[in-house]
C-alpha cells in the first residue's frame, strides 16, 4: 500500500501547490518546494521509522536538520537567495565555494591563464619533480594567433660546454661583487610564507647555487638555516633594520648586512602586485617569529607605509644607495620597482648623471607580479606591464649612458626558459621568478594565500597545514626546477647560434601582430643609442614628453601635469616616433 500512498499524497500535492485558484500556493509558493519536501519527509520518515523499520530514522535526522536548516534561512537577515529559497539555496553557496576547484581540474584548458595556465604549471612540477617535460605530437598553440611568439633559430647552431650562467653585479665599485645566476627566487616574505616554504627555497638555493631574495619581511633565521645566498630586501617598514619609531637604523642595518649568506641589499621602491600601496599587518598576526624577524613588538600591529622615511627625492635615494654600500662592506646595492610615471623614473636617471652615484642593479618589477594579495583594481589596473617597464628601464639607462655600470633584474610571471630567454632579449641581465618556486614547492594556485588556509602549507603561518612540506623533498624540487629551467634556457640559446644570454637582442624574437602581419620585438620596442638622452635625440614620444618634466631633486614633474594633457594625447605609446625625420634612425635600431 505505501506506493499507493506515495503516488495520491504526490496527486495532492500537485493540486495543492500548483492550481492557480488554491489558497495554499500562497503558503507554499514554488520557491519553497524543497523546504517543504524536506518537512514532509521528517514526518513520513518518523512515521515509517515507528512502523516499517527503524532504519527510517537515519532518513528522518537528515530531513530534520535540513529542517532546521531552512527555518534558519527564512529567518536569517544577511541572504536574500536563501530568504527566498531556503534550503535549496545553498547549493549557489556551495556551488560558489568550489568553483574555482572544479574550474580548474574539470573545465579550463591547458593555455587559460588564470593566473598561470595548467601547461605552465606542469612545466614546473615536470622539471621539479625531474619528471619527463616533452610534449608529444606538435604544440598546442595556435601559431596563427595573435601574440604568437617565436625565436628564430641558425643553421650552424652553438655548443654551450659551461651551463651556469653568471653575472656580475658591483664590478669596479664594490669591494664585495656577486656573481648572481641568470634564474633567481624572487621576493616573498617570511610570513606570506610559511616556515617551511622557506627553508625550501633557502636549501633549494643553497644547493642549486642560485639567490635566494628575502622579501621585505627582513631576514628570518630559516632563511639562514642551510646557509643559501641572500637578496636583503629592504621596504618602508625597514625591517630588521629599524629602530623603536620604525626608522632606518644603521646600526642593526650593519649587523646583518655584512653577514656572509647576504650577497646584495635592495631597497624596495614598489612591487607589481600593489605598487604604491602599504599594508599594515594586524597584531594578532604578528607572531614571535615574526616578530624577531622584523624587529618589531610581537602582537603588535605592524605598519609598512606606503613610502620611504630614509629618502624623499632621487638624490636622496642616491644617496641612501651609497650609504647602504658603506654601512654592507661593499656588497652591491640596488632598487626594485615597478614603474610608474615615466619622469619620476627619469628623475632617478638624472639624479645618477648629477651625484656620479649609481646604484649596482636595478630589479624592475612587472605589474603583472602577484604574491603579494592586494585590492583587485590595483591587481588588474595599477602600474606598468613588465615588456614595456623593462624597455623603458634599459632605454634611458642606455640614453643616459649608464647602461653598463648597472645590471637589470626582471620579474613578472616568468615561468619557463622561453618566458627568460623573451626577458633578456629585451634588456635584462637576470630573471627573477616568485609563484614559479612557489609551484616547485608545491603550491596548486588555490588562490588562497590571504586566508592563512593554503591547503599545501606553502602561503601560510599554521604549524598543522605548513609540516605538509617536506623541506629536503621540496628543497631538492626548487634546486631540479632553476637547473631544468637554465637548461632549457642553455638548448634555446645553442639552437639560435648564441652561446651565452648576454648575446640576446630584442630582435632575436619576433612576435605575430596579426594573421598578415609579423614583427620582431626590435620593430616592437625599438632602442635608443648609448647617449642619445645627453644628446637632445629622444626617438620615442615617450622620452621626447618625459625626458624633460624629469628633476633629480624631485619626484613631482617639472610641470603642472594638466599642461602635459594636449602633449600626452598626441602620443604616449612607448614605441611610438617622435617625427618623421628620426624614422630612418629608428628603423636602424630594428634588425630584420
Given at each position: 500500500?505505501?506506493?499507493?500512498?506515495?503516488?495520491?499524497?504526490?496527486?495532492?500535492?500537485?493540486?495543492?501547490?500548483?492550481?492557480?485558484?488554491?489558497?495554499?500556493?500562497?503558503?507554499?509558493?514554488?520557491?519553497?518546494?524543497?523546504?517543504?519536501?524536506?518537512?514532509?519527509?521528517?514526518?513520513?520518515?518518523?512515521?515509517?521509522?515507528?512502523?516499517?523499520?527503524?532504519?527510517?530514522?537515519?532518513?528522518?535526522?537528515?530531513?530534520?536538520?535540513?529542517?532546521?536548516?531552512?527555518?534558519?534561512?527564512?529567518?536569517?537577515?544577511?541572504?536574500?537567495?536563501?530568504?527566498?529559497?531556503?534550503?535549496?539555496?545553498?547549493?549557489?553557496?556551495?556551488?560558489?565555494?568550489?568553483?574555482?576547484?572544479?574550474?580548474?581540474?574539470?573545465?579550463?584548458?591547458?593555455?587559460?591563464?588564470?593566473?598561470?595556465?595548467?601547461?605552465?604549471?606542469?612545466?614546473?612540477?615536470?622539471?621539479?619533480?625531474?619528471?619527463?617535460?616533452?610534449?608529444?605530437?606538435?604544440?598546442?598553440?595556435?601559431?596563427?594567433?595573435?601574440?604568437?611568439?617565436?625565436?628564430?633559430?641558425?643553421?650552424?647552431?652553438?655548443?654551450?660546454?659551461?651551463?651556469?650562467?653568471?653575472?656580475?653585479?658591483?664590478?669596479?665599485?664594490?669591494?664585495?661583487?656577486?656573481?648572481?645566476?641568470?634564474?633567481?627566487?624572487?621576493?616573498?616574505?617570511?610570513?606570506?610564507?610559511?616556515?617551511?616554504?622557506?627553508?625550501?627555497?633557502?636549501?633549494?638555493?643553497?644547493?642549486?647555487?642560485?639567490?635566494?631574495?628575502?622579501?621585505?619581511?627582513?631576514?628570518?633565521?630559516?632563511?639562514?638555516?642551510?646557509?643559501?645566498?641572500?637578496?636583503?630586501?629592504?621596504?618602508?617598514?625597514?625591517?630588521?633594520?629599524?629602530?623603536?619609531?620604525?626608522?632606518?637604523?644603521?646600526?642593526?642595518?650593519?649587523?646583518?648586512?655584512?653577514?656572509?649568506?647576504?650577497?646584495?641589499?635592495?631597497?624596495?621602491?614598489?612591487?607589481?602586485?600593489?605598487?604604491?600601496?602599504?599594508?599594515?599587518?594586524?597584531?594578532?598576526?604578528?607572531?614571535?617569529?615574526?616578530?624577531?624577524?622584523?624587529?618589531?613588538?610581537?602582537?603588535?600591529?605592524?605598519?609598512?607605509?606606503?613610502?620611504?622615511?630614509?629618502?624623499?627625492?632621487?638624490?636622496?635615494?642616491?644617496?641612501?644607495?651609497?650609504?647602504?654600500?658603506?654601512?654592507?662592506?661593499?656588497?652591491?646595492?640596488?632598487?626594485?620597482?615597478?614603474?610608474?610615471?615615466?619622469?619620476?623614473?627619469?628623475?632617478?636617471?638624472?639624479?645618477?648623471?648629477?651625484?656620479?652615484?649609481?646604484?649596482?642593479?636595478?630589479?624592475?618589477?612587472?605589474?603583472?607580479?602577484?604574491?603579494?594579495?592586494?585590492?583587485?583594481?590595483?591587481?588588474?589596473?595599477?602600474?606598468?606591464?613588465?615588456?614595456?617597464?623593462?624597455?623603458?628601464?634599459h632605454n634611458a639607462l642606455v640614453g643616459a649612458g649608464l647602461r653598463e655600470r648597472i645590471k637589470i633584474g626582471a620579474s613578472g610571471k616568468i615561468i619557463s626558459a622561453f618566458d627568460m630567454l623573451r626577458t633578456l632579449a629585451l634588456g635584462a641581465d637576470w630573471c627573477n621568478s616568485a609563484r614559479g618556486f612557489m609551484f616547485a614547492v608545491g603550491c596548486i594556485q588555490a588562490q588562497a594565500c590571504h586566508t592563512g588556509k593554503c591547503p599545501s602549507g606553502v602561503a601560510?603561518?599554521?604549524?598543522?597545514?605548513?609540516?605538509?612540506?617536506?623541506?629536503?623533498?621540496?628543497?631538492?624540487?626548487?634546486?631540479?626546477?632553476?637547473?631544468?629551467?637554465?637548461?632549457?634556457?642553455?638548448?634555446?640559446?645553442?639552437?639560435?647560434?648564441?652561446?651565452?644570454?648576454?648575446?640576446?637582442?630584442?630582435?632575436?624574437?619576433?612576435?605575430?601582430?596579426?594573421?598578415?602581419?609579423?614583427?620582431?620585438?626590435?620593430?616592437?620596442?625599438?632602442?635608443?643609442?648609448?647617449?642619445?638622452?645627453?644628446?637632445?635625440?629622444?626617438?620615442?614620444?615617450?622620452?621626447?614628453?618625459?625626458?624633460?618634466?624629469?628633476?633629480?631633486?624631485?619626484?613631482?614633474?617639472?610641470?603642472?601635469?594638466?599642461?602635459?594633457?594636449?602633449?600626452?594625447?598626441?602620443?604616449?605609446?612607448?614605441?611610438?616616433?617622435?617625427?618623421?625625420?628620426?624614422?630612418?634612425?629608428?628603423?636602424?635600431?630594428?634588425?630584420?
Amino acid at each position: 500500500f505505501l506506493p499507493l500512498k506515495l503516488s495520491c499524497l504526490h496527486r495532492i500535492l500537485c493540486c495543492l501547490m500548483f492550481n492557480k485558484g488554491c489558497t495554499m500556493l500562497s503558503l507554499f509558493p514554488v520557491r519553497f518546494l524543497a523546504f517543504f519536501l524536506v518537512i514532509l519527509g521528517a514526518v513520513v520518515s518518523l512515521f515509517l521509522g515507528k512502523f516499517v523499520a527503524p532504519a527510517w530514522y537515519v532518513v528522518a535526522l537528515v530531513c530534520l536538520l535540513l529542517t532546521a536548516i531552512g527555518i534558519h534561512d527564512l529567518i536569517q537577515p544577511r541572504h536574500s537567495v536563501k530568504r527566498n529559497y531556503p534550503v535549496i539555496g545553498n547549493l549557489r553557496f556551495l556551488l560558489e565555494f568550489i568553483r574555482p576547484e572544479l574550474r580548474q581540474y574539470f573545465v579550463e584548458s591547458d593555455t587559460d591563464t588564470l593566473p598561470f595556465s595548467r601547461a605552465q604549471r606542469s612545466i614546473v612540477y615536470q622539471r621539479a619533480k625531474q619528471q619527463i617535460d616533452k610534449r608529444p605530437f606538435g604544440t598546442i598553440k595556435n601559431v596563427y594567433g595573435d601574440d604568437y611568439e617565436w625565436v628564430n633559430h641558425s643553421m650552424m647552431p652553438s655548443h654551450i660546454p659551461d651551463r651556469n650562467f653568471r653575472i656580475t653585479v658591483g664590478q669596479g665599485q664594490c669591494s664585495q661583487p656577486y656573481d648572481i645566476s641568470v634564474f633567481n627566487i624572487s621576493a616573498m616574505s617570511f610570513g606570506a610564507l610559511s616556515a617551511n616554504a622557506i627553508r625550501a627555497l633557502n636549501r633549494g638555493a643553497k644547493d642549486g647555487d642560485f639567490a635566494h631574495d628575502t622579501g621585505e619581511g627582513g631576514i628570518s633565521r630559516y632563511h639562514l638555516e642551510f646557509g643559501g645566498d641572500l637578496i636583503w630586501n629592504i621596504g618602508s617598514g625597514y625591517f630588521g633594520c629599524r629602530d623603536e619609531n620604525g626608522h632606518f637604523s644603521e646600526e642593526a642595518f650593519a649587523q646583518k648586512a655584512t653577514l656572509p649568506n647576504v650577497k646584495m641589499i635592495e631597497i624596495k621602491l614598489s612591487q607589481g602586485a600593489k605598487p604604491g600601496h602599504g599594508g599594515i599587518l594586524p597584531g594578532a598576526k604578528v607572531t614571535a617569529e615574526i616578530a624577531e624577524a622584523r624587529g618589531v613588538t610581537a602582537g603588535v600591529e605592524c605598519d609598512s607605509p606606503a613610502t620611504h622615511s630614509a629618502f624623499s627625492t632621487p638624490v636622496e635615494l642616491l644617496q641612501f644607495v651609497q650609504r647602504l654600500r658603506t654601512l654592507s662592506g661593499g656588497k652591491p646595492v640596488g632598487f626594485k620597482l615597478c614603474v610608474g610615471h615615466p619622469w619620476e623614473w627619469f628623475g632617478i636617471v638624472k639624479a645618477m648623471l648629477e651625484t656620479n652615484i649609481t646604484p649596482d642593479f636595478i630589479v624592475v618589477d612587472g605589474s603583472e607580479g602577484g604574491t603579494g594579495a592586494a585590492p583587485v583594481e590595483f591587481v588588474d589596473h595599477m602600474g606598468v606591464p613588465l615588456k614595456e617597464a623593462l624597455r623603458l628601464v634599459h632605454n634611458a639607462l642606455v640614453g643616459a649612458g649608464l647602461r653598463e655600470r648597472i645590471k637589470i633584474g626582471a620579474s613578472g610571471k616568468i615561468i619557463s626558459a622561453f618566458d627568460m630567454l623573451r626577458t633578456l632579449a629585451l634588456g635584462a641581465d637576470w630573471c627573477n621568478s616568485a609563484r614559479g618556486f612557489m609551484f616547485a614547492v608545491g603550491c596548486i594556485q588555490a588562490q588562497a594565500c590571504h586566508t592563512g588556509k593554503c591547503p599545501s602549507g606553502v602561503a601560510t603561518q599554521d604549524p598543522s597545514r605548513q609540516r605538509a612540506i617536506v623541506v629536503p623533498d621540496k628543497g631538492d624540487r626548487v634546486k631540479h626546477f632553476h637547473r631544468n629551467t637554465v637548461h632549457a634556457l642553455a638548448e634555446l640559446l645553442q639552437d639560435a647560434g648564441l652561446t651565452h644570454p648576454q648575446q640576446l637582442r630584442a630582435h632575436h624574437v619576433a612576435r605575430r601582430i596579426s594573421s598578415s602581419e609579423v614583427k620582431v620585438l626590435s620593430a616592437i620596442y625599438p632602442e635608443l643609442e648609448k647617449g642619445d638622452l645627453l644628446k637632445g635625440n629622444y626617438r620615442l614620444k615617450i622620452f621626447e614628453i618625459c625626458w624633460p618634466l624629469a628633476q633629480a631633486h624631485s619626484f613631482q614633474p617639472a610641470r603642472a601635469v594638466d599642461l602635459m594633457a594636449s602633449e600626452m594625447n598626441t602620443g604616449y605609446l612607448a614605441n611610438e616616433k617622435t617625427t618623421e625625420k628620426d624614422l630612418p634612425a629608428a628603423k636602424a635600431l630594428q634588425p630584420l
